[in-house]
């Protein structure tokens, strides 16, 4: 039987991720773009350029994931993002035996893997706190990027950020800023609480002795991944595509749908 592209559809709150594999479980294509303010309006434009290049309902199966999910009315499935993020993470990082952090736009999520299958999970509150989006915050109360706070950052130290809420935080932001606090230091204080605010909520789930990685959009900036290793006084590894574990894991999904 020929065999039929697997593609995965990862709605999530700021960003949508696409994967294509082969059928057999490597990557063909990936593409990432901002989800917009109509997940349905993104995931047709998503059909239309894989249709483009020939990636149509007759040669794939599709599955979405991410909290957008339902909006993909092309899908053949949906899976839950746990479920996507877990089997991306086994394969991307070639262990069955693996804590994953995965730090998104809205939330975090914690997921403890044994033997390939989710033993354990948590998910972060509805407080933006230590995600995608109080980092961007931060980084526009300092008139940076968020890819050039996490550069400063790693001239800073010794400085703390108390608060665990979003707008509250800005508000220290502000005062260290007023009391004349180096760039650096407070950006250096904006990394260290999101890895102290994984650390408080790793607390809620029972990690084991195997490795611990970082998926999400916060793993392509080195120093978080750094920072949150610190926390936990352990090495935390990334790789390249680890912000389409999602993505990665609901495509190879769609490779087992009949």
Known sequence: MEKRYGVGIDIGSTCA????????????????????????DTAEIIRK???EEGITAENARFVATGYGRISVPFADKCVTEISCHARGAVRLFGSDQLNVIDIGGQDTKLIVISGGAVSE????????????RFLEVMANTLSVRPEELCR???????????????VFAESEVINLIGRGTSRENIAFAVVDSIAQKV????????????????TGGLC??????????AAFGR????????????????A??????G
């Open 17 to 40: 991720k696409t994967i294509v594999t082969d059928g057999g479980g490597q990557i063909l294509h990936r593409s990432l773009r901002p989800t917009g303010w109509s997940s349905v």
């Open 49 to 51: 350029e894989l249709g």
């Open 121 to 132: 999970f948590v998910m972060n509150d509805k407080c933006s706190a230590g995600t995608g």
């Open 152 to 166: 400063m950052a790693r001239s800073g130290s010794n400085t703390k950020i108390s608060s665990l809420c979003t």
């Open 199 to 214: 650390k408080t909520q790793a607390g809620r789930v029972r990690f084991h002795s195997g490795p611990m990685c970082l």
């Open 220 to 229: 392509d900036f080195p120093f978080v991944t750094e920072r949150i290793g």
């Open 235 to 250: 090495p935390v590894v990334t790789s390249p595509d680890a912000r389409y574990a999602g993505a990665y894991g609901a």
């Open 252 to 257: 190879l999904f769609a490779e087992a749908i």
